[in-house]
């Protein structure tokens, strides 16, 4: 796919996808913090009320907890660049001609 610049017809152009990369943070982090959060909070109950062996039972709450939030933070972040790249194709100006300077938007 070659982007022409509809000012002057160049095809030097340059692609900022600044609304995407930040979308996807934000997901990621959002995504991370929902996947462990849920974990974390139901953690302390679970290993108050198992008196057997509390370390094995925090040890697998922290487990699942990076495990919830890693998979929370893929989901996320797909989630984030998706809506971020929608942002920045049809509502930011993110295509850049380099001929001429000019900003404009993805029409497809
Ligand atoms: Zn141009």
Known sequence: MSLHCPSCGSPQVSTHLSAMRIAAFI???????RGAGTILLTGPAIASSGLAKPPNVN???????????LVGAAGGCAMGAQL?????????A???????GHRFNQTV
């Open 27 to 33: 997901g990621m982090l959002g995504g991370a913090l």
């Open 59 to 69: 040890l697998n709450a922290l487990s699942s907890a990076i495990l919830n939030g």
């Open 84 to 92: 971020g790249e929608k942002l920045d194709r049809h509502v930011l």
């Open 94 to 100: 993110h295509n850049h001609c380099l001929s001429c």
